[in-house]
């Protein structure tokens, strides 16, 4: 068991970990898992989506906006399709630091990357957002481009946190060609059930869940450039040519990506 970890407490990279059908979680976060999955039939399939969002942005940042270095803060425990898997197949040189405030994560992620080049993990907490840039300078030069990946993490501030400050304080760490990528859980589809969600997940999970509307969520990329298609629906983000987006009431998802010019 790692250090600091308590495994009675559900926690939200286990619990999500678990979501995404992965082995790194313990009893109390698959009881959570049973709950939220019997609330809300699409728990499941809004991580997958999730987590395809991610990878398809990656993607677009290494391949098309030419991005070779990236900071992945919430990174989650190590799944399929990792942030430094998706960008070092576009180029093996590219650099990934993830920052997570889970010491499961911490372990898991150390023991994965043992033989990556190019990557580092370490634990740092989004609300103390100096620490983790100081500690990412040393493995990232920031007077180049740098994505800075907050996939799924926003929404575990609420307002009185002022997680506008904190991608204020990233975003003013870039320089021109740096990238802000995020999504963010949202109650606005019209449906209650991922307000039920976000009401049981808050009661269960070490974090709370605080869902944001559109217009809150695009607010995060103020001061970038959008890239296109700007903060829309995370699978209607760039879909892969061919297939079919999920209904976005199967995945309550705000998605985007801004650039810094
Ligand atoms: C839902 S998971 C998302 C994982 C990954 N970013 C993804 O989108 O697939 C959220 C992650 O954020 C981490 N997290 C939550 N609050 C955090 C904070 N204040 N600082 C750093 N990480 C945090 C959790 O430990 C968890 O691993």
Same mark, same amino acid.
């Given at each position: 068991m790692p250090k600091g970890v308590d495994p009675t407490v559900p926690s939200s990279a286990r619990v999500y970990d678990a979501l995404l059908g !992965? @082995?790194? &979680?313990?009893e109390s976060d698959r009881q959570v898992l049973q709950l939220l999955n019997d609330l809300y039939p699409h728990a499941a399939a809004t991580a997958r989506e999730n987590r395809a969002w991610l990878g398809r942005a990656v993607r677009y940042l290494a391949e098309e906006a030419g991005v070779r270095q990236f900071l992945d803060i919430g990174a989650g425990l190590p799944t399929q399709e990792n942030v430094h898997q998706v960008a070092q197949a576009v180029d093996p040189s590219c650099r990934v630091v993830y920052v997570d405030n889970d010491p499961v994560v911490l372990s898991h992620g150390q023991a994965l990357l043992a !033989?990556? @080049? &190019?990557v580092t993990v370490f634990e740092g907490d989004l609300a103390d957002v100096d620490a983790i840039l100081e500690q990412a300078r040393e493995h990232l030069d920031f007077s180049r481009p740098v994505a800075v990946l907050l996939s799924a993490v %926003?929404? #575990? #501030?609420t307002d009185d946190q002022d997680p506008y400050r904190l991608v204020a304080r990233l975003r003013g760490a870039l320089s021109p060609g740096g990238h802000i990528a995020l999504s963010h859980g949202t109650g606005d589809i019209g449906s209650e059930d991922s307000k039920t969600f976000a009401d049981t997940y808050s009661q269960r999970v070490s974090s709370s869940l605080f869902l944001r509307d559109h217009a809150q969520v695009s607010a995060f990329l103020d001061g970038l450039e959008p890239v296109e298609p700007g903060v829309v629906h995370a699978v209607h983000w760039? /879909? %892969? /040519? !061919?297939t079919t987006p999920r209904p976005v009431e199967e995945a309550p998802v705000y998605a985007g990506v801004g650039r810094l010019v």
């Open positions: !992965g @082995k790194d &979680n313990y !033989g990556s @080049k &190019n %926003l929404h #575990f #501030f760039r /879909p %892969l /040519p !061919g």
